[in-house]
């Protein structure tokens, strides 16, 4: 069975600093990986999404994630973020030849300050 | 991407009754719906899958007859609260998606549920 560690509760970091949110997960069998975000009181919102091919994912408002079998992570960065990235934060993990039910992780709250 | 509307974004009942929670796709045929519910804080826990036309499949520890869940057309999915307490008050999320892919699913926005 799937599942996802997402290390971190919570993640304080200064505006325009550098940021990493780590997720590692396990599974038996190939996997296709994804990272959401969600803001107060909302649904989620696919950031990016490893399915197969380059293993560096690039997605939306800046973020990418590099998927790396051999530690069985998907870390998501950010060179440099913004007071409005604050949120809750959610990796996610499907398996292949399934039903493709995602596991989410237990989210990383990113509170970026001024 | 595709659009999942969920409605309503914010709903108060008071305690016994029911409430039924709507989650449209709007520009896709979904074929499956699923519904979530978040406590504060925590992450998503799957309280069922539904497939347009037959019964939903419920995760263990989840009470079917409280929490009905139709799915009778290609872009309609409710959720029904049926006499609801308030250990019921939590944020629901519905997503949905065109047939079983890798591509995963999209998410309505949310409902915000509380039961005085």
């Known amino acids: 069975a799937q599942s996802v560690t997402q290390l971190d509760s919570q993640v304080p970091v200064f505006e325009e600093a550098p940021v990493e949110l780590r997720c590692n997960y396990s599974?038996?069998?190939?996997?296709?990986l994804f990272w959401y975000v969600q803001y107060p009181n909302q649904g989620l919102q696919l950031l990016l999404k490893?399915?197969?091919?380059?293993?560096l994912v690039k997605g939306i408002n800046g973020f990418e994630a590099e998927f790396n079998k051999s530690q069985t992570s998907f870390h998501l960065r950010k060179p440099s973020v913004h007071i409005s990235d604050t949120a809750e934060y959610f990796c996610?993990?499907?398996?292949?030849?399934?039903?493709?039910?995602?596991?989410f992780g237990r989210g990383t709250s990113l509170i970026v300050h001024p | 991407g595709a659009v999942v509307s969920q409605h309503p974004s914010r709903v108060i009942c008071k305690s016994g009754t029911s409430v039924k929670i709507e989650c449209r796709s709007l520009?896709?045929?979904?074929?499956?719906m699923f519904w979530y519910r978040q406590f504060p804080k925590q992450s998503l826990m799957l309280m069922a899958t539904?497939?347009?036309?037959?019964?939903?499949?419920?995760e263990q520890g989840v009470e079917k007859d409280k929490f009905l869940i139709n799915h009778a057309s290609l872009t309609l999915s409710t959720l029904t609260v049926t006499s609801a307490h308030p250990e019921d008050s939590s944020f629901y999320i519905c997503?949905?998606?065109?047939?079983?892919?890798?591509?995963?699913?999209?998410f309505g926005q949310g409902t915000r549920l509380t039961v005085v």
């Open positions: 997503s949905a998606r065109q047939g079983p892919s890798k591509e995963g699913a999209f």
């Open positions: 599974s038996s069998v190939s996997v296709y």
């Open positions: 490893y399915l197969s091919g380059s293993t």
């Open positions: 996610a993990v499907s398996e292949g030849g399934g039903s493709y039910i995602p596991t």
């Open positions: 520009d896709f045929q979904a074929t499956t």
């Open positions: 539904s497939n347009e036309g037959s019964k939903a499949t419920y």
